[in-house]
C-alpha cells in the first residue's frame, strides 16, 4: 500500500496535467450543430449582395510599392488598408452614405449606399492641394465624427506616411461633392516643406477612434500607430525601417496619441482644434503595434474606457479616471485562474490583437467583448477572445476597474467563437432583432497562387532577435497566398447556448480576404444591413432581407447644440457615448450606445439599434444616460415602444417628431 501511495505521490503532476488536458479538449472542442439546425437558424437571415458604386480611379494597383529593404515581404506591408464605414454624411436622416478607403485607388470615397440610389455622383476626398501631401502615402481607415459641432458629419482620415486629416463638412457647401468639405490638420503645425511637399511626421497609423474621453462635453480622438515613424511606402527610400522585435511582446512600435477638443469654427471654412493630451496614457500602453481600438464605457459613468488591440502582444484595456481638460488612464488586467493560459488573460495575451467590439452578450447589463486573433489550424492557430464579463453589476464592475482588475474571461472555446482563420474586423449585431446578438468577423490574409503557410510557421518559431531585420522573414511577395482562400464569418447563437458559423448558408462565404465591416440600418426599416471592404477587391453590399424579423427599438440620439444653418440638410451633431438600457418584464437587460467607431477598419453608425425579439410588447422601460454640451451626467428613465425615435440630449432629453 505504501509503495502505491508513494508511486501515486510522484505520477501527481502528470496526472493533474493529463486530467487538465482532457478537460479542455472537451471543453474546447467545436460546437456540433446538426445540417437541420444551421439550415433552420440560417431561414431566419437573408442578405442580398449589392454592388457599391465607385469614382473614377487616378489609379489601379494590387500591390503596394514599398520601402528596398521591404521588396520580400511586399504582399505583407499590402495587406491592410481597405476600410469602410457606414454613417448619415450628406443629412439624408438615415445611415446611407459610405465612406470607403479602397487600397487598390489610395482613395477616401463617399458614395451612397447602393439601396439608397444614385443620390449623388460618388466622390474621393484628397488632402491636396489645401494641405501637403507626397507621393508615398496612403490613407487606412476613416472615421465619420462631427468634430467642429455644428451637426454636420464630418470625416478623420488616417494615413501610412502623414499625420491624420480632418475633413470638415463646409455649412456654405451648395452641392454634396468633394468642394462640400475642407481638408485641415489634425496635428497643427505647417507640414509643408520648401518642394511643397509634406515634410510632417511620418506616421503609420491603423487604427483611431473617438470619444469624450476627459468627460468634458466634446468629442477627443485616440490614434494608434503601427509601424514606427519611417517610410515604408518608398521605393527609393533603402533602409530606416523596422519589424516587430518579437511575435509576443513587441515594443517598438510607432506612438500612441490622443488629442483633446478645445474648440472649433463653422461656416465656409470650417475647423477644429484638438490638443496632445497623450501623457494620459499610461507608459505600459505607449507602445504595441496597434491594428485596433474601441472607445466604450463599459462601467456606466459616461467616461469611455479605452481598448487598444495590439499585433505581436499584450492588448491594453484602460480604465477613464479622466476630469475635464485632463486625461488620465490606468491599465487593467485580468486574473489567471489555474486552468487558464497566459495568453488567454485580458491585458497579458501574446496573441494578434486584429479587431475588437464591445456588447452584451448575455442580457446581464454589463458589456462583454470580442477580440479577433490569428487563429489557423495548421497555420498559427491562437484563439479569439470573447471576454465575458464577470462582474456581479456595474458597482462591483466599478470597484475592480478601480483597483487594476478587469473581471473579463475569455469563454471562446466553450461558446465555439476561439477558432475562424486570420481574423480581422469584428461587428457584435443583432441583425435580425432576434433579441440575441450575432457576431460578424473579417477573415483572410492575403490572396495568391504560392501558400507561404510553411514559411510562416518557420518565422513564428524564430528567435527574436531575428525579427525586427525584415532581412530574416521568409517572402511574401505578389502571388503568394497565406490564408487567401478564408471568408467572412458570421456567428449565430444555436440552442445549447453556443455559436455556429452561418456564412456558408447566407452566402457570406466568399473567398477572399476582408477586412472592415461597416453596420447600419440604411434603410430605415429597423434591421441593419453591413457593408464590407475586401483587401484588393471590389467592397461588398449585404442589404438585409430577414423574414419574420423580431422587434427594435432604434435611438437617433444628437445633442442640442444648434445645427450651423446651410443650403444642404445636417445629420445632427450625434451624442457620441451616450447609452441606452432596456430592461424588459423577465429581467433581461439589452444594451446600446452610441459607438464612437470601434473595430479595425469598419464603422457602424451612430444610431442605437437594439434587437428585442418577438415576444417583448410596449411599453419598454428605457434608461438613457449621456454628458451634455458642459459635461455634465445626464439621466432620464422613459417609457418608448418598439420602433425608431429621435431625441435631442442636453439638460433633459427632448423627443423630436
Known sequence: MTTTFGWLRKQLAGIVALVLILGLFLVARLPSV????????????????????????????????????????????????AAIALNDISGSGK???????????????????????????????????????????????????????????DLLAYYWGRTPVLFMQKATATKFDASAFTPTELVPGDHRGPDGKY????????????????????????????????????????????MNQSMSHA???????????????????????????????????RSGWTLASSATDIDGDSRPEL?????????????NKSTPGNVSFGEVTGVRSITDPKSKVLGNDSFKGMGVDFGDLNHDGLYDLFVSNITTSWGIEESNFQFMNTAKNAEDLRKQLHDGVAPFHDDSAANGTAWSGWGWDVKIEDFNNSGENQIAQATGFVKGQVNRWPNLQELATANDGLLSNPFWWPNARAGDDIGGDQTLHFFVKSSDGRYTDLAPQLGLAVPVPTRGI??????????????????????????????????????????????????????????????????????????GRVDGSSGEGGRRSFDVQIGLGQNVSGPLDVHLQWRDRTGQVRTQDLKLQPGCHMYKLGTTAMEEM
Not at 489601379?60 to 505583407?76: C, D, F, G, L, M
Not at 484628397?126 to 458629419?153: I, K, Q, S
Not at 444653418?565 to 423577465?586: E, F, H, N, W, Y
Open 34 to 81: 446538426s445540417a437541420a439546425e444551421q439550415d433552420a437558424m440560417a431561414s431566419k437571415f437573408h442578405f442580398t449582395p449589392m454592388s457599391i458604386a465607385l469614382p473614377a480611379a487616378k489609379k489601379s494597383q494590387s500591390i503596394r510599392t514599398v520601402n528596398k529593404e521591404y521588396e520580400n515581404i511586399s504582399a505583407w506591408i499590402s495587406s491592410v488598408g
Open 95 to 153: 445611415p446611407n452614405d459610405i465612406c470607403l478607403v479602397d487600397p487598390r485607388s489610395d482613395q477616401v470615397v463617399i458614395t451612397p449606399t447602393p439601396d439608397s440610389g444614385p443620390r449623388y455622383a460618388p466622390f474621393a476626398l484628397d488632402p491636396a492641394p489645401a494641405l501637403p501631401t507626397w507621393d508615398y502615402m496612403a490613407p487606412m481607415g476613416c472615421v465619420p465624427g462631427d468634430f467642429n459641432e455644428d451637426g454636420r458629419t
Open 199 to 242: 515634410s510632417g511626421p511620418l506616421w503609420n497609423t491603423d487604427s483611431a477612434t473617438i470619444g469624450d474621453f476627459d468627460g468634458d462635453g466634446h468629442t477627443d480622438i485616440f490614434i494608434g500607430n503601427y509601424f514606427p515613424d519611417s517610410k515604408v511606402l518608398d521605393p527609393n527610400a533603402d533602409g530606416g525601417i523596422t
Open 251 to 285: 515594443k517598438n512600435s510607432g506612438g500612441k496619441y490622443i488629442y483633446r477638443w478645445t474648440g472649433a469654427t463653422s461656416g465656409a471654412q470650417p475647423s477644429a482644434q484638438f490638443a496632445d493630451a497623450s501623457q494620459g496614457i499610461p507608459d505600459s500602453a
Open 307 to 319: 481598448y487598444i488591440a495590439n499585433d505581436f502582444g499584450h492588448d491594453h484595456m484602460l480604465y
Open 518 to 591: 461597416g453596420v447600419g440600418d440604411t434603410d430605415g426599416d429597423g434591421l441593419p444591413e453591413f457593408a464590407v471592404a475586401r483587401q484588393w477587391e471590389e467592397p461588398i453590399f449585404y442589404h438585409n432581407d430577414s423574414p419574420k424579423p423580431g422587434k427594435f427599438l432604434q435611438l437617433k440620439l444628437t445633442t442640442d447644440a444648434p445645427v450651423a444653418p446651410g443650403p444642404l440638410p445636417a445629420a445632427g451633431p450625434p451624442a457620441i457615448g451616450a447609452q441606452a438600457t432596456v430592461t424588459t418584464s423577465d429581467g433581461k437587460k439589452y444594451l
